[in-house]
């Protein structure tokens, strides 16, 4: 088991209580996190299988529950 992502990842600080997870065909991992009412994007810069960035994409949500692509995941 390899860890992907976690609290040493530029601005890793964003990935606690994450719930629900989805990637694009770009192999980039979102996460929504509930308690924090946000969803981050996680990003491999580089390709090599560690998440390099955190960042947020969308805050003020309320407890999002789920998420869902649209434009074919672009």
């Known amino acids: 088991v390899t860890i992907y992502a976690d609290s040493n990842t530029k601005n890793g600080r964003h990935l606690e209580n ?3 997870m989805i990637f694009d065909r770009e192999g980039n991992l979102y996460l929504s996190t509930a308690k924090e009412d946000k969803v981050v994007k996680v990003v491999d810069h580089n390709k090599d299988g560690k998440a390099d ?11 999002p529950q789920g ?6 995941g672009a």
Not at 67 to 72: F, G, K, P
């Open 53 to 63: 960035e955190v960042t947020v994409i969308a805050s003020g949500l309320n407890a």
């Open 67 to 72: 998420m869902v692509l649209l434009n074919d």
């Open 18 to 20: 994450a719930r629900f």
